[in-house]
């Protein structure tokens, strides 16, 4: 029944809104630049952003604020979280934290929606192995995982806010993404079902910068007409501006081509909610499970920079990669923000 109503809605909804619109971005600042900025001061100002870390607590109302200043109603949401850290001894600790995550939105008349994503958490220990190896922690900036991806959310919401939608947009700092996808399955879970069958589009922001390849990819449970309105037609704005861009190839048989894993949109494509995922990485080299980003080098010796506070971070990413930071921010606002828009204001063309 869910599909059924789903597709209905979406060819109700979307089934225009991709004419020769073109987007006119404002002239100032650059595309990318509020993002970038942004995701440097989260990163500076709030490193160790775990989960229920006084770190998370301060950048949630840091993004909380930015919301409110830009006139979005906003709120923090508060959840308890438990997550087990596992000794070497097989003994195993639970975890008692409270997260939060901001939910902002524009209201508009009709019941359907467009969600813009990114987890504002960054990643705790989990193990002793994770303790042992210096991952996460208390000085681990996240800027790649995932500051930029909170900072291109904030620049869309910027960006968009005296755009005139037919559909409500709303914006989603999630938390408790790296002990298990807690913020956005409880979002998920929250939901009636008429609200998920009114949920046009889910667009997670995951790993924007250190990775070789911009990709673009769908849910598995993501309808082919949606793939086509959705990640397509991203695909279809990065090739006209000239933007580097793929999806995945379908190497590794867990991972079909097209379709993306491992992050806060898996918990709405498991409830059968239209998903896009943004991020950088190389679904070409190792496992082909995207979980390598870049080749092997003295700057990325195992081919990532995932958890790593050595790696992960402003002095390192501007050292190893110049320029990234704000090339590819700029990259993502440029291909989302006509997107964006376009499905936004579908009932204009």
């Not at 900036?141 to 919401?157: F, I, R």
């Not at 879970?189 to 609200?195: F, G, L, T, V, Y």
């Not at 991203?234 to 991972?255: E, F, V, W």
Request: proline share 5%; hydrophobic share 40%.
């Amino acid at each position: 029944m869910f599909s059924a109503l789903r597709r209905a809605a979406l060819v109700a909804a979307l089934g225009v809104c991709f004419s020769s619109q073109t987007w006119a971005a404002p002239s100032t600042p650059k595309p990318g630049a509020v993002a970038s900025q942004h995701a440097r001061y989260l990163a500076t100002v709030f490193p160790g952003r775990m989960t229920g870390s006084p770190a998370e607590m301060l950048a949630a109302d840091y993004v909380n604020q930015q919301f409110s200043r830009m006139g979005y109603q906003s709120d923090i949401r508060e959840l308890d979280i438990h997550y087990p850290y596992r000794h070497a001894a097989r003994q195993v600790d639970w975890q008692h934290v409270k997260g939060h995550m901001v939910i902002a939105g524009k209201k508009a008349a009709s019941p359907y929606q467009i969600i813009v994503m990114a987890h504002l958490d960054t990643f705790a220990p989990q193990n002793d192995s994770d303790t042992r190896n210096n991952l996460g922690g208390l000085t681990y900036q996240g800027l790649d995982d995932n500051a930029a991806g909170v900072g291109v959310m904030l620049e869309l919401a910027e960006r968009l806010r005296d755009v005139p939608t037919d559909y409500t947009v709303r914006f989603i700092a999630s938390s408790g993404e790296e002990e298990g996808r807690f913020g956005s399955i409880n979002y998920v879970e929250k939901m009636s079902a008429r609200d998920r069958v009114n949920t046009l589009l889910v667009i997670n922001l995951d790993n924007l910068i250190v990775g070789d390849k911009l990709y673009f990819n769908s849910g598995k449970s993501t309808p082919a007409a949606v793939v086509k309105l959705t990640r397509d037609r991203a695909l279809a704005i990065a090739a006209h501006k000239g933007i580097r861009a793929a999806t995945s190839p379908g190497l590794n048989a867990k991972y079909p081509k097209g379709t993306g894993c491992c992050n806060d949109a898996e918990s709405f494509d498991q409830y059968g909610v239209p998903v896009l995922t943004v991020e950088a990485t190389n679904w070409s080299l190792g496992k082909h499970d995207g979980y390598q980003q870049v080749a092997r080098s003295k700057a990325f010796p195992d081919g990532n920079a995932w958890h790593n506070p050595k790696l992960d971070n402003i002095a390192h990413i501007d050292s190893a990669l110049p320029g990234r930071v704000e090339k590819r921010s700029r990259d993502v606002v440029n291909v989302l923000l006509p997107l964006i828009t376009e499905l936004a204001q579908s009932k204009r063309q």
